[in-house]
């Protein structure tokens, strides 16, 4: 991927977590754990395959990491965004053909990260609540169908997709 | 440039868990609050902006598009504004009584930012930072008590450490026998209690101030902390357990003060809102907000605050 590219990755990554703690936690959906960068990085993931969706995951969670109010050890985030990417870059190839590919893919990546996140609450408080983070699976399944189409939309703008076969 | 990413979040990791406070990470995150702060601070005053105009205006533009009508909508905004001004205005002086009972110079701010439920951490950011004389470690509360702690302060943001995080806690005495405490926060849970004498007779509605630390941080004294709900008796046990329903609630605040000098003098629990009567009725005012009935109940003792206390 191009250098424009990466900014303009990083930049819709900066614009959703900015959303998600000042606008969607506050608002009467926070219950539903809303995360529209999980969502960011589920589409790039779906446009270029793992890799690049694990890359762009490590980046997004270092961002969480680091946007105030900035919770837990800094990294614990990057490696679950990293590994939500990387396994919604494996419906990349199905996503060519189908929009709703994003569904399951998006309901993979908020498993993983529920997982992460569990694991990370219960190594630092001792306790966990399980069925607030569920809540989040479905939320980023629905969103995934508005969210993901849009973010793959600017980023064709930026960095028009080269042909398959330049790609091998 | 996977791998790269990787390394880097390795050490990150490593880095943070080996540095205690004020770190190169922690350097790393104020560097970061410097930015992001008034990026979060812009978001949500743009909201609140939008979300007054769109209260004043649904649908009245589009019918009538005549000049007079514009000015009617127009004055009909700054109605609901001046309402919201108000509300914001009875929150202010509710903060400002419970500040000024215990004598705490405060500073007020907003909160502009929550960290999202599914990070298991209930942490808000504020819009005040080092430059208004914040620091970390300095108490945090509101018109109905206390709110939390700073855990760190960027130069225009600080981040708070809400009350019923998982890994707060504090230090409280009860209201009249001054017996000693600690209450911690469980999520969404009522807060823990746990009194230090097993032998304490405590009963439901019981309320707590904070102790106070050594050299009042992270907590001033005699800031109200919640009610006892219940209390265990657990037999061969040093200490009795309970639960707590703190004044404050989390999910609504807004505005806060943050102190940032600790009183000349213990005020101990001459700062909690009075005992509720049964007869009257200061909820039947519908009032959105709680804290309006603060300011009912503390002109109702004014003993509180002609308490002796130099």
Not at chain 1, 16 to 32: F, G, K, T, Y
Not at chain 1, 108 to 127: F, I, K, S, Y
Not at chain 2, 187 to 200: C, F, I, N
Request: hydrophobic share 45%.
């Amino acid at each position: 991927m191009s250098a424009g590219r990466w900014l303009t990755v990083a930049g819709l990554l900066l614009i959703a977590r900015v959303v998600d703690v000042a606008l969607l936690a506050r608002s009467p959906l926070a219950e539903l754990g809303p995360d529209l960068m999980l969502l960011v990085v589920v589409a790039l993931a779906l446009a270029e395959g793992s890799m690049v969706g694990a890359a762009v995951g490590v980046l997004a969670g270092l961002l969480a990491d680091l946007t105030p109010p900035a919770t837990g050890l800094l990294g614990v985030s990057a490696l679950g965004y990293g590994l939500a990417g990387a396994v919604a870059g494996r419906w990349s190839r199905r996503a060519r053909y189908s929009r709703l590919a994003a569904v399951p893919a998006a309901a993979a990546a908020a498993v993983v990260l529920v997982g992460v996140r569990m694991l990370d609450a219960a190594l630092r408080n001792g306790q966990t609540s399980v069925t607030g983070l569920a809540a989040s699976v479905p939320t980023a399944a629905v969103l995934a169908l508005l969210v993901v189409p849009a973010v793959l939309a600017v980023d064709r703008r930026v960095g028009p997709e080269p042909p398959e076969v330049l790609r091998w | 440039m996977l791998a790269p990413l990787l390394v880097l979040t390795v050490v990150l990791l490593v880095l943070d868990a080996a540095a205690g406070p004020g770190g190169t990470t922690d350097r790393l995150r104020s560097g970061a609050a410097a930015v992001l702060g008034p990026a979060e601070r812009g978001a949500s005053s743009l909201a609140r902006a939008l979300g007054d105009a769109g209260r004043g205006l649904t649908g009245r533009t589009r019918r009538q598009l005549d000049a007079l009508q514009r000015e009617n909508d127009a004055l009909r905004l700054q109605a609901r504004t001046a309402e919201d001004d108000r509300r914001r205005i009875a929150d202010l002086d509710a903060l400002m009584r419970v500040s000024g009972l215990g004598r705490y110079p405060v500073v007020p701010a907003r909160v502009i930012a929550v960290a999202p439920l599914h990070d298991e951490a209930r942490r808000v950011t504020i819009d005040a930072g080092s430059g208004d004389g914040v620091r970390a470690g300095m108490s945090v509360l509101n018109g109905d008590g206390l709110v939390g702690r700073v855990l760190r302060a960027g130069p225009a943001t600080c981040d708070v450490l809400l009350l019923t995080d998982p890994g707060f806690s504090v230090g409280v005495r009860l209201e009249g026998t001054g017996r000693i405490g600690v209450a911690t926060g469980a999520g969404s849970a009522p807060m823990r209690l746990s009194l230090l004498d097993a032998q304490t007779d405590v009963r439901r509605g019981a309320r707590l101030v904070t102790l106070g630390s050594a050299g009042d941080r992270p907590f001033v004294p005699g800031v109200p902390v919640g009610e006892v709900r219940d209390v265990r008796v657990s037999p061969g046990t040093l200490s009795r357990a309970g639960t707590v329903k703190p004044y404050v609630d989390p999910a609504r605040l807004d505005l806060v003060g943050v102190v940032v000098q600790p009183p000349r003098t213990d005020p101990r629990d001459a700062v909690l809102p009075p005992r509720p009567s049964r007869t009257a009725t200061p909820r039947a005012t519908a009032s959105p907000r709680p804290t309006t009935n603060a300011s009912v109940k503390t002109t109702t003792r004014p003993s509180a605050s002609t308490e002796p206390r130099r």
